[in-house]
């Protein structure tokens, strides 16, 4: 099964310990929508990633290829149950120019937004370079993570 990877996911070694057969399949985009940090997370002490409805923003991304029995696991990590997050099937503009299904990750009632932790934005961009997202995109993450530095 496709998987789209946007927030802390894109770090691999992060998704691996959930989803062990995780292999990047290509980077993906979903328009009219904007990463979002609409949940506060006590644990993580600051805002976690979603996908909000943003019309003319663009969503970068990776497809990653799961074994379905590893969706599991990730409902779990991503706390489907507690209902914080909700799996929805999403359709994706390929890196090879084709419309892919692909299974996501948003938080099911939405609030803030709230700053995530520097942590967490670390995560976040070292799996978008380590994917090669555009540095463009990137960079919207790098000024947040900064501004929490001072």
């Given at each position: 099964?496709?998987?789209?990877a946007?927030?802390?996911?894109?770090l691999s070694?992060?998704?691996?310990?959930?989803?062990?057969s995780a292999t990047?399949?290509?980077?993906a985009t979903?328009?009219?929508?904007?990463?979002e940090?609409?949940y506060?997370?006590?644990?993580?002490?600051?805002?976690l990633s979603?996908?909000?409805?943003?019309p003319?923003e663009?969503?970068?991304g990776?497809?990653f290829?799961?074994l379905q029995?590893?969706?599991?696991a990730?409902?779990?990590?991503?706390?489907v149950?507690q209902k914080?997050?909700?799996?929805?099937?999403?359709?994706?503009?390929?890196e090879?120019?084709?419309?892919?299904?692909?299974d996501l990750y948003?938080?099911?009632t939405?609030?803030?937004?709230?700053?995530?932790?520097?942590?967490y934005?670390?995560g976040?961009?070292?799996?978008?370079?380590?994917?090669g997202?555009?540095p463009?995109?990137i960079?919207?993450?790098?000024v947040?993570?900064?501004?929490?530095?001072?």
């Open positions: 099964m496709y998987y789209f946007y927030g802390s996911n894109l070694s992060y998704l691996r310990e959930y989803c062990p990047v399949v290509m980077q979903i328009s009219n929508f904007r990463v940090f609409p506060y997370s006590e644990e993580s002490q600051g805002g979603s996908i909000l409805e943003a003319g663009l969503v970068k990776v497809i290829n799961i029995t590893e969706f599991a990730m409902d779990v990590m991503e706390s149950p914080l997050y909700r799996r929805d099937t999403f359709l994706t503009l390929g090879d120019g084709k419309w892919h299904k692909a948003r938080v099911t939405p609030s803030g937004p709230f700053m995530p932790s520097k942590g934005l670390d976040m961009i070292k799996g978008a370079y380590e994917h997202l555009s463009e995109y960079k919207r993450f790098e947040m993570r900064d501004s929490l530095a001072k």
